[in-house]
């Protein structure tokens, strides 16, 4: 037995989340995070992410059941739920060609209602005036069970539940480099300190293919992303999350959205 059963390393919204799980199931995980609290080199900072439903993949709709399950345990902060449920509209000239994997719309609400998701399809007039504002040239599909999740707001309550559960999460804690041996593994800090464990969990996202260096991985094409923030014309509107689909080649490409309130 080492110093610890369990170390994850990288504390963005995968590792605090498996820290989160960890503690759920009795374990005192150590989360190491090479930042500070609160760092925007990542991906997880941020007020929002999209909670997106509009698949008719099957893996993909039986991962989003359990990260539904996942949110509704996380609950409340600050008397709102972390997981924001204002409904989603997805639409555009391209869906006939449909989601992003290239399935219909009438296919996606078809699944979704399979699986007991609400989801309905509006005609453009109908859409419009619901959610004044919006464009609509096809088709809509409708699906309210989908929204935002609060992201800064996740990262802070994953934490404070990792603590309650006698878990640490350690910041501005960089992890040089892991060696593996018969008895588990011995995670080597920058600052030359060592921690033993049974196992080393790493979500160390874009940084992972160095970290692992040595281990075979599906190649990984690191990107930077770039959201683009517009305030709303008109602020007494309230508008859903989005899926806007364009025809394959078409310039700007597909976008998604969401609202997201402004932080004064
Ligand atoms: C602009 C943008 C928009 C997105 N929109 C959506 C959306 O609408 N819906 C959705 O579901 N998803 C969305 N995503 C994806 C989602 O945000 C990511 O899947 C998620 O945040 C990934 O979390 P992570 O913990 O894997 O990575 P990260 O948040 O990058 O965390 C990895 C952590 O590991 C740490 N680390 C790395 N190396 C070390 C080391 N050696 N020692 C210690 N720590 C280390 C890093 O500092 C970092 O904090 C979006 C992502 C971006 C960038």
Redesign the pocket.
Known sequence: MGDTRIVV???????LATGWALTRRGEQPIV????ARG?T????HGET??F?NAYAEAHYLDLLARAREGWDALGSVGGEPILRLHGLVSHGSGTALGSAAGVGLIEVERVLRERGIPAELLDSGEATRRWPGMRFEDTVLHSPDAGVVRAAAALREFERRIADGGGQVRWE???RCIEEDADGVTVHLADGGDIRADTAVV?????TAK?LDGIRLPPLRVTE?S?AHFAPADRSLEWPSFNHFVAPGAWPSNV?G?PTRARV
């Open positions: 390393v990288g504390g963005g919204a995968m590792g190491l995070e090479r930042f760092h080199r990542g991906a997880s992410r999209n997106n804690t960089p992890v979500t160390a996202g874009a940084w970290l992303e959201p998604y969401m």
